[in-house]
């Protein structure tokens, strides 16, 4: 099996053309003791009708289809309009390369420009960028740039920021990253106050947090300004059509994960980071920018940019190693916003905070169990239930419903907890199935 | 005439909409109840349009890109292949498509089958004892890859010493830019003559501050290094390890394996060899091979199988901990998983013979046209110098958007930096000698018109959407969104110029 057309007679030709006799005359500055002797033990051939039945048996294998999903955690099951996958599986956007030969790529170049238009307006920055891998490298991209900017090592982290973006920046970070444990689920701007100091470039906050509640942006601003560290944000673009944009209370950069823009959870990847920032740190942004320019008729096109930043032209002196990223994500969620537009994605998130909510109170009706915390939430709540949440789940498998996240996958001291989204494709009989899922649990009171 | 292109945001405009979303069907309560006390927008100004006008919007921009689909794509370095369509079908079944990252791993063992596979499949690929699937791309997988070699020194006792790592000036940027972003210092090596590692030169670079050795094999010129053994074996004898950047291993598979020459760890660029739409930038795939000294430090989580059971275990005390939200760009894994098992032992090797008899049968025909700074065999690609055309006042970067009017994508141009003028080219194995004539003979008409008439090329391209593009202006003006775009004038997208 191959996808090559060449025929014995025309390598030939080929190979006489070139000068040679053999093809292995091509190869000879590999050294014959080094080169591999055997055929590879790799699986295949398999022709497209036994691919399709190999790997559609392991579809199976994932149950999604045995239940309806109340999963969140950074992965949200949306909506995806049936005109984001037409639009996006096109070849003409889904096979070009970067685009480097801006005349031949302004397809790609206009909606990356449209995209970057998306995500000022929605974090209220002044500058956004092409995309990054996903929300956790872009909260380290972040926090890379916050050290670069004032020159100071260490980075306070809210606790309530999702468990797996923390693990991350201490991969990059090392020592330098210092968690000030949440409140109720929430940052207490006291507490925070208490890790500030000279020495600290950034101050990272989720909102909404990963337990769903919403943070105090300004004052959390506020205090990471007095101590003349960058404020950053980490945020959830569909809640962002609600709330008020973090960079207009005065965050200096706002990142996040936009999977939940027209994406699919594809087991967690591909992802679409986001990346914005205020205009002054815009020479210090990582990776890929549009903008807009003319060509030599007037007319308006779209180029990148600022490529001295990056590190084909810096190498080590860049401002980040990224070079390909998520160009096919932030096309889809391009086309979503552009889709759903000013009112249809205020609709998605008002739906979800209404349903998000109504299943909040089913919960809270049902004996044994409350909510973890008490303060505003938005798409996603943490349950506090009577017995392991890995209970509740195996209740809910018999029920078709996955009523959530086993928080105790994160911490054993989370174990009694399930942290539950609810978007604007549960519809209010699913959401009742949820709660006699609840109520089904069995638990000695 | 055209009325030219406008953004969407110049499209449509109050009540106009796009797909209906359901009434809610649960007791509502006000917005200010449900949050109280949270500070919520005034006005979300993102486009008004009908679905209508919004799909013909994307559709028209879609036009305006070359790709793969359409036609010869010889970028040099990025292996522009045919995206074989089964693998996008297959990522799109719902089992995989809809799977949750937080299943549970019972919910997930289709997903984690198909990275156990794919992990396997590579690491008997590349000669390495593991892999992870982690690195969402290239250089990501470079930073995970140096940060295993980090750890590894640290659990000798020589973290604190060994900081330097040694580069050829012929390397990707990413290499230096990663090298950095560990902490490590890079310390650049000139390549000898023949763009080869200069022996002497490394020897000398060497010495008990040498983390790592980061070397691109075949090499940025399309050459392998004869010498690859004695490299890696003095790198070793230095206390280095040694590491390959794996963009150009589509010359590689079922010919040499990067582990049986020594190598400690390397990334593999899944997108090029395995061929996943690029996407016009991502997204790509960056899984890291180690030998197995190094498997102790690999990403968290890993995926092991118990009792025919896969699980996903985080409880792993030597690694260099997580790199990613979830589990890697997994959609690009499944894609480049089918696309492996689809060509089988027998099929790969044929990718890379093919793809390295391509680069030859161009290069021996362009170099009659072009200069050819280095001779010899090429792998998979070659480089060429556009410095011929310099008597005509004609650059590489003119004769790349010439190419553009043959309806072919330019080559790789400018780099690698050691070459003047360069011009990278990379045919891959999935071209037919048909499409490789058209482009040569594209490239000697076009040395020919730079002799002839170097007006016309120092004015292409002529057939494109938009002619050159102001470049220096974009970076002037940094008009970056469409908020700055309606500020200043607005100028309808590839309008034609105004004619009396």
Same mark, same amino acid.
């Not at chain 2, 070793?236 to 150009?248: E, L, P, S, W």
């Given at each position: 099996?191959?996808?090559?057309?060449?025929?014995?007679?025309?390598?030939?030709?080929?190979?006489?053309?070139?000068?040679?006799?053999?093809?292995?005359?091509?190869?000879?500055?590999?050294?014959?003791?080094?080169?591999?002797?055997?055929?590879?033990?790799?699986?295949?051939?398999?022709?497209?009708?036994?691919?399709?039945?190999?790997?559609?048996?392991?579809?199976?294998?994932?149950?999604?289809?045995?239940?309806?999903?109340?999963?969140?955690?950074?992965?949200?099951?949306?909506?995806?309009?049936?005109?984001?996958?037409?639009?996006?599986?096109?070849?003409?956007?889904?096979?070009?390369?970067?685009?480097?030969?801006?005349?031949?790529?302004?397809?790609?170049?206009?909606?990356?420009?449209?995209?970057?238009?998306?995500?000022?307006?929605?974090?209220?920055?002044?500058?956004?960028?092409?995309?990054?891998?996903?929300?956790?490298?872009?909260?380290?991209?972040?926090?890379?740039?916050?050290?670069?900017?004032?020159?100071?090592?260490?980075?306070?982290?809210?606790?309530?920021?999702?468990?797996?973006?923390?693990?991350?920046?201490?991969?990059?970070?090392?020592?330098?990253?210092?968690?000030?444990?949440?409140?109720?689920?929430?940052?207490?701007?006291?507490?925070?106050?208490?890790?500030?100091?000279?020495?600290?470039? *950034? !101050?990272?906050?989720?909102? $909404?947090?990963?337990?769903? @509640? &919403? %943070?105090? /942006?300004? =004052?959390?601003? #506020?205090?990471?300004?007095?101590?003349?560290?960058? *404020? !950053?944000?980490?945020?959830? $673009?569909?809640?962002?059509? @609600? &709330? %008020?944009? /973090?960079? =207009?209370?005065? #965050?200096?950069?706002?990142?996040?994960?936009?999977?939940?823009?027209?994406?699919?959870?594809?087991?967690?990847?591909? @992802? &679409?980071?986001?990346?914005?920032?205020?205009?002054?740190?815009?020479?210090?942004?990582?990776?890929?920018?549009?903008?807009?320019?003319?060509?030599?008729?007037?007319?308006?096109?779209?180029?990148?940019?600022?490529?001295?930043?990056?590190?084909?032209?810096?190498?080590?002196?860049?401002?980040?190693?990224?070079?390909?990223?998520?160009?096919?994500?932030?096309?889809?969620?391009?086309?979503?916003?552009?889709?759903?537009?000013?009112?249809?994605?205020?609709?998605?998130?008002?739906?979800?905070?209404?349903?998000?909510?109504?299943?909040?109170?089913?919960?809270?009706?049902?004996?044994?169990?409350?909510?973890?915390?008490?303060?505003?939430?938005?798409?996603?709540?943490?349950?506090?239930?009577?017995?392991?949440?890995?209970?509740?789940?195996?209740?809910?498998?018999?029920?078709?419903?996955?009523?959530?996240?086993?928080?105790?996958?994160?911490?054993?001291?989370?174990?009694?907890?399930?942290?539950?989204?609810?978007?604007?494709?549960?519809?209010?009989?699913?959401?009742?199935?949820?709660?006699?899922?609840?109520?089904?649990?069995?638990?000695?009171? | 005439?055209?009325?030219?292109?406008?953004?969407?945001?110049?499209?449509?405009?109050?009540?106009?909409?796009?797909?209906?979303?359901?009434?809610?069907?649960?007791?509502?309560?006000?917005?200010?109840?449900?949050?109280?006390?949270?500070?919520?927008?005034?006005?979300?100004?993102?486009?008004?349009?009908?679905?209508?006008?919004?799909?013909?919007?994307?559709?028209?921009?879609?036009?305006?890109?070359?790709?793969?689909?359409?036609?010869?794509?010889?970028?040099?370095?990025?292996?522009?292949?045919?995206?074989?369509?089964?693998?996008?079908?297959?990522?799109?079944?719902?089992?995989?498509?809809?799977?949750?990252?937080?299943?549970?791993?019972?919910?997930?063992?289709?997903?984690?089958?198909?990275?156990?596979?794919?992990?396997?499949?590579?690491?008997?690929?590349?000669?390495?004892?593991?892999?992870?699937?982690?690195?969402?791309?290239?250089?990501?997988?470079?930073?995970?890859?140096?940060?295993?070699?980090?750890?590894?020194?640290?659990?000798?006792?020589?973290?604190?010493?060994?900081?330097?790592?040694?580069?050829?000036?012929?390397?990707?940027?990413?290499?230096?830019?990663?090298?950095?972003?560990?902490?490590?210092?890079?310390?650049?090596?000139?390549?000898?003559?023949?763009?080869?590692?200069?022996?002497?030169?490394?020897?000398?670079?060497?010495?008990?501050?040498?983390?790592?050795?980061?070397?691109?094999?075949?090499?940025?010129?399309?050459?392998?290094?004869?010498?690859?053994?004695?490299?890696?074996?003095?790198?070793?004898?230095?206390?280095?390890?040694?590491?390959?950047?794996?963009?150009?291993?589509?010359?590689?598979?079922?010919?040499?394996?990067?582990?049986?020459?020594?190598?400690?760890?390397?990334?593999?660029?899944?997108?090029?060899?395995?061929?996943?739409?690029?996407?016009?930038?991502?997204?790509?795939?960056?899984?890291?091979?180690?030998?197995?000294?190094?498997?102790?430090?690999?990403?968290?989580?890993?995926?092991?199988?118990?009792?025919?059971?896969?699980?996903?275990?985080?409880?792993?005390?030597?690694?260099?901990?997580?790199?990613?939200?979830?589990?890697?760009?997994?959609?690009?894994?499944?894609?480049?998983?089918?696309?492996?098992?689809?060509?089988?032992?027998?099929?790969?090797?044929?990718?890379?013979?093919?793809?390295?008899?391509?680069?030859?049968?161009?290069?021996?025909?362009?170099?009659?046209?072009?200069?050819?700074?280095?001779?010899?065999?090429?792998?998979?690609?070659?480089?060429?110098?556009?410095?011929?055309?310099?008597?005509?006042?004609?650059?590489?970067?003119?004769?790349?958007?010439?190419?553009?009017?043959?309806?072919?994508?330019?080559?790789?141009?400018?780099?690698?930096?050691?070459?003047?003028?360069?011009?990278?080219?990379?045919?891959?194995?999935?071209?037919?000698?048909?499409?490789?004539?058209?482009?040569?003979?594209?490239?000697?008409?076009?040395?020919?018109?730079?002799?002839?008439?170097?007006?016309?090329?120092?004015?292409?391209?002529?057939?494109?959407?938009?002619?050159?593009?102001?470049?220096?202006?974009?970076?002037?003006?940094?008009?970056?969104?469409?908020?700055?775009?309606?500020?200043?004038?607005?100028?309808?997208?590839?309008?034609?110029?105004?004619?009396?």
């Amino acid at each position: 099996m191959s996808f090559i057309g060449l025929s014995r007679e025309e390598e030939q030709r080929m190979l006489e053309s070139i000068g040679v006799r053999r093809f292995e005359d091509l190869v000879a500055a590999v050294p014959e003791e080094v080169r591999l002797q055997r055929a590879l033990a790799v699986p295949g051939p398999l022709p497209e009708i036994e691919s399709r039945r190999q790997f559609g048996e392991w579809a199976k294998l994932n149950h999604v289809d045995r239940g309806v999903s109340f999963m969140g955690g950074g992965i949200y099951d949306h909506y995806i309009p049936a005109a984001v996958n037409a639009i996006a599986m096109r070849s003409e956007f889904a096979t070009a390369y970067t685009p480097y030969q801006p005349e031949v790529a302004q397809g790609s170049l206009t909606a990356i420009f449209e995209f970057q238009s998306m995500i000022v307006e929605l974090t209220g920055c002044d500058v956004a960028n092409a995309s990054l891998y996903d929300g956790a490298t872009a909260a380290v991209e972040a926090a890379l740039l916050a050290r670069h900017q004032t020159g100071r090592a260490r980075v306070v982290v809210a606790g309530a920021l999702h468990p797996h973006y923390q693990d991350v920046l201490r991969t990059y970070l090392e020592h330098d990253v210092t968690v000030v444990a949440d409140r109720a689920g929430q940052c207490a701007p006291e507490d925070l106050r208490g890790s500030l100091g000279g020495d600290v470039a *950034a !101050v990272i906050y989720q909102h $909404p947090n990963f337990f769903g @509640l &919403l %943070e105090s /942006p300004q =004052a959390i601003h #506020a205090l990471a300004h007095e101590a003349g560290a960058l *404020a !950053v944000a980490v945020c959830d $673009p569909i809640a962002l059509a @609600l &709330l %008020e944009p /973090p960079g =207009a209370s005065g #965050a200096d950069i706002v990142v996040g994960e936009g999977q939940s823009l027209g994406n699919p959870p594809s087991f967690g990847g591909p @992802l &679409l980071g986001f990346f914005a920032c205020k205009q002054s740190l815009v020479r210090r942004m990582p990776g890929r920018l549009a903008a807009q320019t003319v060509d030599r008729h007037g007319r308006r096109g779209f180029v990148l940019t600022l490529q001295t930043r990056e590190q084909h032209i810096r190498r080590e002196k860049a401002t980040s190693n990224i070079c390909t990223n998520q160009g096919l994500l932030a096309l889809r969620a391009t086309i979503y916003l552009g889709l759903l537009g000013k009112r249809g994605l205020a609709e998605v998130a008002e739906l979800c905070v209404q349903k998000t909510h109504h299943a909040a109170a089913l919960a809270e009706r049902t004996s044994g169990y409350r909510r973890a915390h008490e303060g505003p939430f938005f798409r996603e709540f943490v349950l506090e239930c009577p017995v392991d949440a890995a209970e509740v789940l195996r209740e809910g498998r018999a029920r078709g419903i996955v009523p959530g996240v086993d928080l105790g996958r994160f911490r054993p001291a989370w174990r009694r907890q399930l942290l539950v989204a609810v978007t604007e494709q549960r519809s209010a009989a699913e959401i009742e199935r949820w709660a006699e899922v609840l109520a089904a649990t069995e638990w000695k009171s | 005439m055209s009325l030219g292109r406008r953004l969407l945001i110049e499209q449509g405009g109050p009540g106009h909409r796009g797909p209906a979303l359901p009434a809610c069907d649960v007791p509502t309560r006000p917005l200010a109840e449900l949050l109280p006390g949270a500070r919520l927008r005034a006005d979300l100004a993102l486009p008004q349009v009908s679905e209508p006008e919004v799909v013909r919007h994307f559709i028209e921009l879609s036009t305006l890109n070359h790709h793969i689909d359409r036609g010869f794509y010889p970028l040099g370095s990025c292996t522009m292949k045919h995206n074989p369509k089964i693998n996008d079908e297959i990522a799109s079944l719902p089992g995989f498509a809809l799977a949750h990252p937080l299943a549970s791993d019972e919910a997930s063992q289709g997903a984690l089958r198909v990275v156990v596979e794919l992990q396997r499949a590579l690491a008997e690929i590349t000669g390495f004892a593991a892999v992870t699937t982690q690195p969402a791309a290239g250089a990501h997988g470079e930073f995970t890859g140096l940060l295993m070699i980090r750890a590894w020194h640290r659990s000798r006792g020589e973290g604190d010493r060994r900081k330097r790592v040694i580069v050829p000036d012929s390397a990707h940027g990413t290499n230096p830019a990663s090298v950095n972003l560990v902490g490590y210092e890079t310390v650049t090596i000139a390549s000898e003559e023949h763009a080869t590692v200069d022996l002497e030169a490394l020897r000398r670079a060497l010495d008990d501050r040498t983390a790592a050795v980061m070397l691109t094999v075949p090499n940025t010129l399309g050459l392998f290094e004869p010498r690859i053994r004695e490299i890696t074996r003095i790198a070793h004898d230095a206390g280095a390890q040694v590491y390959m950047d794996g963009a150009n291993l589509n010359a590689l598979v079922g010919l040499v394996r990067p582990g049986d020459l020594g190598f400690d760890v390397m990334h593999i660029n899944l997108h090029k060899t395995f061929s996943t739409p690029h996407g016009g930038g991502g997204p790509g795939a960056g899984p890291v091979a180690v030998a197995a000294h190094l498997e102790p430090f690999l990403p968290v989580p890993v995926v092991v199988e118990a009792g025919g059971l896969l699980r996903l275990d985080s409880n792993r005390e030597s690694s260099v901990g997580r790199v990613h939200s979830f589990h890697g760009n997994f959609g690009i894994l499944l894609r480049g998983l089918v696309y492996l098992s689809t060509l089988g032992p027998q099929g790969l090797r044929e990718m890379s013979r093919t793809a390295i008899l391509n680069a030859n049968y161009l290069m021996r025909r362009l170099e009659k046209t072009y200069e050819l700074p280095h001779p010899e065999h090429c792998m998979h690609e070659f480089v060429l110098s556009g410095r011929g055309l310099r008597k005509h006042g004609i650059k590489t970067l003119d004769v790349a958007k010439r190419l553009l009017d043959f309806g072919v994508h330019a080559p790789t141009v400018y780099f690698p930096l050691i070459v003047d003028e360069a011009l990278m080219i990379e045919p891959t194995e999935t071209e037919t000698l048909d499409r490789l004539d058209h482009f040569a003979a594209a490239m000697e008409r076009i040395a020919q018109e730079a002799a002839e008439n170097p007006k016309l090329l120092l004015e292409a391209p002529l057939t494109t959407p938009v002619s050159r593009l102001d470049e220096g202006r974009a970076a002037r003006e940094l008009v970056l969104h469409w908020g700055g775009a309606t500020r200043s004038e607005r100028a309808p997208v590839g309008q034609a110029p105004s004619r009396a």
